[in-house]
């Protein structure tokens, strides 16, 4: 039995692992239930008693070097696997960067107008994009075969009665008076269909921002100062603006808001082509018919509504000559706004 013991010894004296892995398999081999440490304390028990002194002496021997051998090389191949990781891990290497997704330019244009407004104390609205009638047009003053119903050239989802893509957000406006009492003061985002053909000027899809403003004495030199205050907040403090008068259902007398070109300041280029204007969007005031049809004294109340496509600001500010860019989402176009952030 001494010779046994001998031999296992040296066995662990010897043993030299060549992966960490092995060494938990000599552990279980040797120091294991039904490893070869406990096989000899099997014989043990048969052995001569007056040989057994010696023998568990001997024993115990081999139980504590190999416990001990064991926990050595455990802890040399710890160290030695943090130096190699280390070692490949160069601390002072200069960090890979991760490119940070950018906001989209239709997204940050209209943030900002919805910031400028909200300083004027505007909250933002939003409804559908799926509308009935009423709320695109019967409740804005288009009445039924009316015209002007073919200025927006409208996607029917079904016909009778119509279910419709919004061809503007003025539906939010007319959602907004079905909720609210004057005073109103809501700036409304968002998706717009019109069934027009792509090209570098229009799209099918678009982005508005609309505004409305209802209370006692509402006046139109009010939505001129609220207009301008807008455009130099947009397009910078040198920018001045013009109203042209035109036409909408909804509102009378109505107005094209035109901003001096920011471009060539309003010499003329080709941009505003040699006018030294661009026109921004559309406003005028609250048509009476729009707010009995929505419960609204027109005695009482008077207020006004303006409307502009986000696309059209945001060609104007990056100077984007074509809008289909907008909706194509090439990263190579829309990594040029990641400054912008
Ligand atoms: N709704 C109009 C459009 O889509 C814009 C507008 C809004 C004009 C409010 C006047 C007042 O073209």
Same mark, same amino acid.
């Given at each position: 039995?001494?010779?046994?013991?001998?031999?296992?010894?040296?066995?662990?004296?010897?043993?030299?692992?060549?992966?960490?892995?092995?060494?938990?398999?000599? $552990?279980?081999? +040797?120091?294991?239930?039904?490893?070869?440490?406990?096989?000899?304390?099997?014989?043990?028990?048969?052995?001569?008693?007056? #040989?057994?002194r010696e023998l568990g002496q001997q024993i115990n021997r081999?139980?504590?070097?190999? !416990?001990? $051998? /064991?926990?050595? #090389?455990?802890?040399?191949?710890?160290?030695?696997?943090?130096?190699?990781?280390?070692?490949?891990?160069?601390?002072?290497?200069?960090?890979?960067?991760?490119?940070l997704g950018s906001r989209h330019p239709i997204s940050l244009?209209?943030?900002?107008?919805?910031?400028?407004?909200?300083?004027?104390?505007?909250?933002?609205?939003? =409804?559908?994009?799926?509308?009935?009638?009423?709320?695109?047009?019967?409740?804005?003053?288009?009445?039924?075969?009316?015209?002007?119903?073919?200025?927006?050239?409208? %996607?029917?989802?079904?016909?009778?009665?119509?279910?419709?893509?919004?061809?503007?957000?003025?539906?939010?406006?007319?959602r907004t008076m079905e909720r609210q009492k004057p005073p109103?003061?809501?700036?409304?985002?968002?998706?717009?269909?019109?069934?027009?053909? /792509? !090209?570098?000027?229009?799209?099918? +899809?678009?982005?508005?921002?609309?505004?409305?403003?209802?209370?006692? =004495?509402?006046?139109?030199?009010?939505?001129?100062?609220?207009?301008?205050?807008?455009?130099?907040?947009?397009? =910078?403090?040198?920018?001045? +603006?013009?109203?042209?008068?035109?036409?909408?259902? %909804?509102?009378?007398? !109505?107005?094209?808001?035109?901003?001096?070109?920011?471009?060539?300041?309003?010499?003329?280029?080709?941009?505003?082509?040699?006018?030294?204007?661009?026109?921004?969007?559309?406003?005028?005031?609250?048509?009476?018919?729009?707010?009995?049809?929505?419960?609204?004294?027109?005695?009482? *109340? !008077? =207020?006004?509504?303006?409307?502009?496509?986000?696309?059209?600001?945001?060609?104007?500010?990056?100077?984007?000559?074509?809008?289909?860019? *907008?909706?194509?989402?090439?990263?190579?176009?829309?990594?040029?706004?990641?400054?912008? #952030?």
């Amino acid at each position: 039995m001494t010779d046994k013991i001998n031999e296992l010894l040296r066995r662990v004296e010897e043993f030299k692992p060549k992966a960490a892995a092995e060494i938990e398999e000599f $552990r279980i081999k +040797i120091l294991g239930k039904k490893g070869e440490l406990n096989a000899l304390m099997e014989e043990f028990k048969t052995v001569a008693p007056e #040989l057994k002194r010696e023998l568990g002496q001997q024993i115990n021997r081999l139980k504590n070097e190999a !416990s001990a $051998r /064991i926990n050595a #090389l455990r802890e040399e191949w710890q160290n030695a696997a943090a130096d190699t990781a280390s070692s490949d891990d160069d601390l002072t290497r200069p960090g890979t960067s991760e490119h940070l997704g950018s906001r989209h330019p239709i997204s940050l244009v209209r943030n900002q107008i919805v910031e400028v407004f909200s300083r004027l104390g505007y909250t933002v609205a939003e =409804g559908p994009e799926i509308e009935d009638d009423w709320h695109v047009f019967s409740a804005l003053n288009f009445p039924p075969e009316h015209p002007a119903r073919d200025m927006q050239d409208t %996607f029917f989802i079904e016909k009778d009665p119509d279910i419709l893509l919004r061809t503007h957000t003025s539906s939010i406006q007319v959602r907004t008076m079905e909720r609210q009492k004057p005073p109103i003061r809501v700036i409304c985002p968002g998706r717009v269909f019109r069934n027009e053909a /792509i !090209s570098y000027r229009a799209h099918c +899809i678009f982005h508005q921002i609309e505004g409305l403003y209802i209370d006692e =004495g509402v006046s139109f030199a009010d939505m001129k100062q609220s207009l301008l205050y807008f455009a130099k907040e947009i397009f =910078g403090e040198q920018t001045a +603006i013009r109203m042209r008068p035109s036409y909408f259902p %909804f509102t009378e007398p !109505s107005a094209e808001v035109d901003v001096s070109c920011n471009l060539c300041g309003g010499k003329g280029c080709p941009v505003c082509k040699g006018t030294g204007w661009l026109e921004i969007m559309g406003c005028g005031m609250v048509d009476p018919n729009v707010l009995k049809a929505n419960d609204i004294d027109p005695e009482k *109340y !008077s =207020g006004f509504a303006f409307g502009m496509g986000i696309e059209r600001i945001a060609m104007l500010k990056y100077g984007v000559k074509d809008l289909r860019l *907008y909706f194509e989402n090439d990263v190579r176009f829309l990594h040029q706004f990641d400054e912008a #952030l």
